[in-house]
């Protein structure tokens, strides 16, 4: 009788979240195709649909910030009032949109901006 006997990895393999962190923002990269980074990363493609799903449900899903030195005043969306010199979030979007959220806006207008923005 013959028996082979398979040493090595494990069969199902684990992936930590540093890892599914790093593939999930490759896969919406601009002009990213989830094909290429699956192949890339070695992983599934609906692994990766699976994870991407779970992140944008996340009610704590973040992204990387980049803080960055202030481009002068921030236009206040609701009266079109000028704030001067006061810190903001600034969201650069596709399509060359940035949108600017005053630092002292309430946190459930802010939650609000970003949900619409999804």
């Known amino acids: 009788m013959h028996m082979t006997v398979i040493s090595g ?26 094909a290429e980074v699956a192949r890339q990363f070695d992983v599934s493609t609906s692994l990766i649909y699976q994870w991407r799903r779970s992140a944008q449900q996340s009610e704590a899903m973040f992204v990387p910030a980049v803080a960055t030195e202030d481009e002068g005043p921030v236009a206040a969306a609701v009266s079109g009032d000028v704030l001067s010199d006061s810190p903001a979030i600034r969201l650069e979007l596709a399509g060359g949109t940035t949108v600017r959220i005053a630092a002292t806006a309430p946190a459930r207008l802010v939650m609000a901006v970003l949900r619409a923005l999804r």
């Open 9 to 34: 990895p494990e069969r199902r393999r684990r992936w930590t979240a540093t890892e599914r962190e790093e593939i999930v923002l490759a896969s919406f990269a601009p002009g990213a195709v989830v």
